[in-house]
């Protein structure tokens, strides 16, 4: 089983940036895909984005596309998102999660474990 921790979440005005990282313990992620999800208040969790085992291999939500980046260090089991031209609508939880496989998805029944979130907020 894998623990992820997600941190860099926070209060942020529009056009604004932040960096979020996961960090993943337990057992090694390398060979498994990675996701960003994201749960507005009285909404379904959304997909944001999701990188191949090597990291070779991205996929965005077109809401975030060309905004926002996920890039992962596998020597340090971690994975990032990088969130740049903040708009109030990104505002929510956001989660990554580790797939079932190497290959990226967009489902999140496809994702085996997940972190407890970490908020965003983005002011207009």
């Known amino acids: 089983q894998v623990q992820l921790v997600e941190s860099g979440g926070g209060l942020v005005q529009a056009g604004g940036s932040l960096r979020l990282s996961c960090a993943a313990s337990?057992?090694?992620?390398?060979?498994?895909?990675m996701g960003w999800f994201r749960q507005a208040p009285g909404k379904e969790r959304e997909f944001v984005a999701a990188?191949?085992?090597?990291?070779?291999?991205?996929t965005y939500a077109d809401s975030v596309k060309g905004r926002f980046t996920i890039s992962r260090d596998n020597a340090k089991n971690t994975v990032y998102l990088q969130m740049n031209s903040l708009k109030p609508e990104d505002t929510a939880v956001y989660y990554c999660?580790?797939?079932?496989?190497?290959?990226?998805?967009?489902?999140?029944?496809?994702?085996?474990?997940w972190g407890q979130g970490t908020r965003v907020t983005v002011s207009s």
């Open positions: 337990g057992r090694t992620f390398v060979n498994y895909a």
């Open positions: 990188i191949s085992w090597g990291g070779g291999r991205t």
């Open positions: 999660a580790v797939d079932q496989g190497p290959t990226i998805t967009r489902v999140p029944g496809d994702f085996a474990s």
